[in-house]
């Protein structure tokens, strides 16, 4: 499916309460910046030649960067905006790259208050996807026109694809941790059922003795007559 550039869309912005759920379990809303993550909004920015470089996690009403670089004042402290300042949206609706020359001059993006409050003219923007279900965006910004190149995309989807890598490693550390722990529980029980096994066959023991010990001692005392 080639990238949107330009024209009217219909922006329905409906994430599953699924993603936002594990959005939430694997800490990519509301949480500090990570290294692993501000790694790739680093590279992004060499790589493309911009100062901002985001990675953008969508929520019902907001997106929240959890990397974010070179962000003006007081965006880059807050680490999110409103919807309205938002293009990663379009991206997440739509599944699939957005392509901006000049936001300025587009159909659907030129009254976007990211263009005023954050400076973004050119933008470059490709989903962040678990099974084919976007969750959030890699983008990049540059406060001037720009012709993005096939190698800008290209380059910016191979480093979105590493973002995603991350992510669904941390799904996978999270199931085997829970299993780990229902495994453990499983064990505790069955340590459980096993003293309780032990405790009643001790007490079986114990009573099953003296009616034996009284069995023997009649028998001795008949052999003796």
């Avoid at 949206?89 to 005023?116: K, W, Y």
């Avoid at 990049?140 to 096939?150: G, I, K, L, N, P």
């Avoid at 009284?214 to 028998?219: E, L, P, Q």
Wanted: hydrophobic fraction near 40%; charged fraction near 25%.
């Amino acid at each position: 499916e080639q990238p949107w550039m330009a024209g009217n869309i219909s922006l329905e912005l409906n994430l599953p309460e699924e993603v936002l759920q594990t959005a939430r379990a694997c800490k990519l809303l509301d949480t500090p910046p990570e290294d692993c993550f501000d790694r790739m909004t680093r590279l992004a920015g060499r790589l493309l030649g911009v100062e901002v470089a985001l990675v953008t996690v969508m929520d019902k009403d907001r997106q929240f960067f959890k990397s974010a670089q070179g962000l003006p004042e007081p965006w880059q402290s807050r680490r999110e905006t409103p919807l309205s300042h938002s293009f990663c949206q379009h991206v997440v609706a739509r599944s699939q790259p957005l392509i901006v020359q000049d936001a300025r001059l587009h159909e659907t993006l030129q009254h976007n208050l990211a263009i005023p409050d954050l400076g973004v003219v050119a933008y470059l923007g490709v989903p962040l996807a678990l099974k084919g279900v976007a969750f959030g965006a890699l983008c990049v910004v540059d406060q001037e026109a720009r012709d993005w190149s096939t190698k800008d995309l290209e380059t910016l989807q191979d480093l979105a694809q590493n973002v995603v890598t991350e992510i669904e490693f941390r799904i996978l550390s999270a199931r085997l941790e829970a299993a780990h722990e229902t495994l453990s529980e499983q064990n505790g029980q069955l340590e459980q059922v096993i003293e309780r096994q032990n405790e009643f066959l001790g007490m079986a023991a114990h009573d099953m003795r003296t009616p034996l010990t009284v069995a023997i001692g009649y028998s001795s005392v008949l052999a003796a007559k």
